[in-house]
């Protein structure tokens, strides 16, 4: 009994200690956004560190046959104030398509991914319409 004991306050202090090295565990999160009848996004991400979010994957959606592409980025807002834009994923198919992108990585060296958003996009006439999600907080930074 007494081995029993020792043998899993080995363990349950290994896995402590893993768990305080590595920082805890990643936190997931879900986004979506629609520019509605026109195009939708979604995405689930999990929060790895204030230096990495990795996206485990990104939908954008046509849902109407109008000869427009659109397509979807995320915003990543810095602890200052200072955001930037991540690539842009088109999905120029037309009506009734969806295009999926996965296991794609956000970084930043200096650890300032602290906050999220996703935006889809209309590549239309003039200056494109755009609806963003609703800004998520990096729960890593």
């Not at 879900?30 to 689930?44: C, E, L, R, Y």
């Not at 994957?57 to 955001?83: E, I, N, Q």
Request: with cysteine; net charge positive.
């Amino acid at each position: 009994m007494t081995a029993l004991l020792r043998r899993s306050a080995l363990v349950l202090g290994t896995a402590a200690l893993i768990t305080s090295l590595t920082g805890g565990h990643a936190h997931a999160a879900a986004f979506s956004t629609a520019v509605p009848g026109i195009a939708s996004a979604s995405a689930q991400v999990t929060y790895t560190s204030k230096y990495e979010i990795r996206v485990d994957r990104v939908s954008v959606s046509d849902l109407k046959r109008d000869g427009h592409s659109v397509y979807a980025y995320f915003v990543v807002y810095h602890p200052l104030g200072s955001t930037k834009k991540t690539a842009y994923r088109y999905n120029r198919q037309d009506s009734g398509s969806t295009l999926t992108w996965k296991n794609l990585r956000i970084t930043d060296a200096d650890g300032h991914l602290k906050k999220l958003q996703l935006v889809v996009c209309v590549d239309d006439w003039g200056n494109d319409t755009c609806r963003g999600s609703a800004v998520q907080v990096n729960p890593r930074a």
